[in-house]
Each structure stands twice: as C-alpha cells, then as structure tokens.
C-alpha cells in the first residue's frame, strides 16, 4: 500500500509542478503601497484577486475587504498598513465614484 502511494505521488508531481511553472506571476501597478500590499495580502493569497475584484471595488469595498481580511481571517496587518493597502487598493483598482 505504501509504495503505491509513493509511485502515485511520483507520478502525479511533475504534472503540478509543470502547471505551476506555466502560471504567469502577477505584476500589480507600480505606486506608493504596493510594497504593503505585496507583503501583507500576498503572504496569505494570490495576487490575482486584486485586478479580479477590481471590476466590483469601489472605496468603501475595498476598505471592507481589508477589513475583513483582518477581522474575519486574521491578517496581521496593523492599522497603518491597512491605510495604506486600501489607499493603493482604491487609487488602482477601484471603481470611479461614478461606475
């Protein structure tokens, strides 16, 4: 049973690690803040949901996001910080107040 699994293991890891490679990093725009977000939001999730949910964010949803990235999963993101990450979140990716 062991060395079953052992086989199946081997066999399935050079197809993830091939997806993996496929995978293109995100580049987020470059601004004052993105250092905050990429080590605050990028130590726990991809990147990718930044531009993802930028079609739905205004301000007040990206400070409820960080918010609750905080509050609900338990970021470790101090009060300055999130500030800052919402400020970058807002000035580049969030809705204009008229969409």
């Given at each position: 049973?062991?060395?079953?699994?052992?086989?199946l293991?081997?066999?399935?890891?050079?197809?993830?690690?091939?997806a993996?490679?496929?995978?293109?990093?995100?580049s987020l725009?470059?601004?004052?803040?993105?250092?905050?977000?990429?080590?605050n939001?990028?130590?726990c999730?991809?990147?990718?949901?930044?531009?993802?949910?930028?079609?739905?964010?205004?301000?007040?949803?990206?400070?409820?996001?960080?918010?609750?990235?905080?509050?609900?999963?338990?970021?470790?993101?101090?009060?300055a910080?999130?500030?800052?990450?919402?400020?970058?979140l807002t000035?580049n990716?969030?809705?204009?107040?008229?969409?």
């Amino acid at each position: 049973m062991r060395s079953s699994t052992i086989t199946l293991l081997c066999a399935i890891m050079p197809v993830a690690t091939a997806a993996a490679a496929l995978e293109k990093p995100v580049s987020l725009k470059q601004a004052p803040g993105l250092d905050k977000v990429e080590a605050n939001c990028g130590a726990c999730h991809s990147l990718d949901y930044v531009p993802m949910n930028s079609k739905f964010l205004n301000a007040a949803g990206w400070n409820a996001e960080v918010t609750k990235m905080i509050n609900a999963f338990g970021a470790p993101i101090n009060a300055a910080d999130a500030n800052v990450i919402a400020d970058y979140l807002t000035a580049n990716y969030g809705l204009s107040p008229t969409q």
